[in-house]
Antibody, heavy 123, light 113 residues
Framework: EVLLLESGGGLVQPGGSLRLSCAAS????????MTWVRQAPGKGLEWVAV????????YYADSVKGRFTISRDNSKSTLFLQMNNLRAEDTAVYSC????????????????WGQGTLVTVSS | DIVMTQSPDSLAVSLGERATINCKSS????????????LAWYQHKPGQPPKLLIY???TRESGVPDRFSASGSGTDFSLTISSLQAEDVAVYYC?????????FGQGTKVEVK
């Protein structure tokens, strides 16, 4: 069974930083592209970023480009999202998800999701 | 960026009746290299992670009931629930994965009339 467990969410002031982690199990993490998706309160799903299997390719939504960085540690089956210069509009539940790409050319569709961690940006 | 627009925003359908959701992309999702449309559909129920229903615009994910079907090509796509069941009440999203980014539609809420 694929398990994705996010952590690191919380309350942060505008302009602040936060680092999210996602511990993966139940599948070969090093063979899967991984992605982050968020959902603001009362809003729809928003794709945030994806990282290829090797980590050589990373792609971002325009709304977070230059502020967020996705990374991975295949030795620890862990995905990260470093979020800098946070804004109120970044408030959302952030979910780690497995991209269907098993190679270096994501994004594809998403076939597994975590439950998410809440990030609140407020003074 | 490709913009995905779903219609309607919500719909109420009687149990056993058909529900159809439309999704339009701002540019073609059809790849000339493999003749595939880079579009997926998800079902999202409150308190649960989204569930993949369809990928490549019309390929049903394993385990998804066959009352769910999808079609379309290029810029216009649709998801149909042939006979709505109570457990199908949810928000449905389309997602494109064409190119080096991805976006979701705004979602369509399906309720029982």
């Amino acid at each position: 069974e694929v398990l994705l467990l996010e952590s690191g969410g919380g309350l942060v002031q505008p302009g602040g930083s936060l680092r999210l982690s996602c511990a993966a199990s139940g599948f070969t993490f090093s063979s899967s592209a991984m992605t982050w998706v968020r959902q603001a309160p009362g809003k729809g799903l928003e794709w945030v970023a994806v990282m290829s299997v090797s980590g050589d390719r990373t792609y971002y939504a325009d709304s977070v480009k230059g502020r967020f960085t996705i990374s991975r540690d295949n030795s620890k089956s862990t995905l990260f999202l470093q979020m800098n210069n946070l804004r109120a509009e970044d408030t959302a539940v952030y979910s780690c998800a497995r991209d269907a790409s098993r190679g270096d050319y994501p994004p594809y569709w998403i076939d597994s999701w975590g439950q998410g961690t809440l990030v609140t940006v407020s003074s | 960026d490709i913009v995905m627009t779903q219609s309607p925003d919500s719909l109420a359908v009687s149990l056993g009746e058909r529900a159809t959701i439309n999704c339009k992309s701002s540019q073609s999702l059809l790849s000339s290299s493999n003749n595939k449309n880079y579009l997926a559909w998800y079902q999202h129920k409150p308190g649960q992670p989204p569930k993949l229903l369809i990928y490549w615009a019309s390929t049903r994910e394993s385990g998804v009931p066959d009352r769910f079907s999808a079609s379309g090509s290029g810029t216009d796509f649709s998801l149909t629930i042939s006979s709505l069941q109570a457990e199908d009440v949810a928000v449905y999203y389309c997602q494109h994965y064409y190119g080096t980014a991805s976006t979701f539609g705004q979602g369509t809420k399906v309720e029982v009339k």
